[in-house]
Nanobody, 115 residues
């Protein structure tokens, strides 16, 4: 059974930084793609960033230049470094893993940015 466990969320002032982590356990297939999504109250879940097992990355326009996604394959961990945080970044952030068979989700971690 594949499990994804996020951590690192919290309360931060605007302009601050946080690093989210997502530890993956269980059996999943390679190649695969990891992603971070976020969902603010009353909105749809939106894609923030993706990274393939080969290291290729993509970002939503709203976070380009501020957020960095990375992964440590040896530790089965994906990270999201978030800098220059804005109040509009406030949301629950979800880790996602997709292989050829299915998609897996973590339980989410709350990020709150105060102005």
């Amino acid at each position: 059974q594949v499990q994804l466990v996020e951590s690192g969320g919290g309360l931060v002032q605007a302009g601050g930084s946080l690093r989210l982590s997502c530890v993956m356990s269980g059996s999943f297939f390679a190649p695969n793609t990891n992603a971070w999504y976020r969902q603010a109250p009353g909105t749809e879940r939106e894609l923030v960033a993706t990274i393939t097992s080969g290291g290729s990355t993509n970002y939503a326009d709203s976070v380009k230049g501020r957020f960095t996604i990375s992964r440590d394959n040896a530790k089965n961990t994906v990270y999201l470094q978030m800098n220059s945080l804005k109040p509009e970044d406030t949301a629950v952030y979800y880790c996602n893993l997709r292989d050829f068979r299915r998609t897996y989700w973590g339980q989410g971690t709350q990020v709150t940015v105060s102005s």
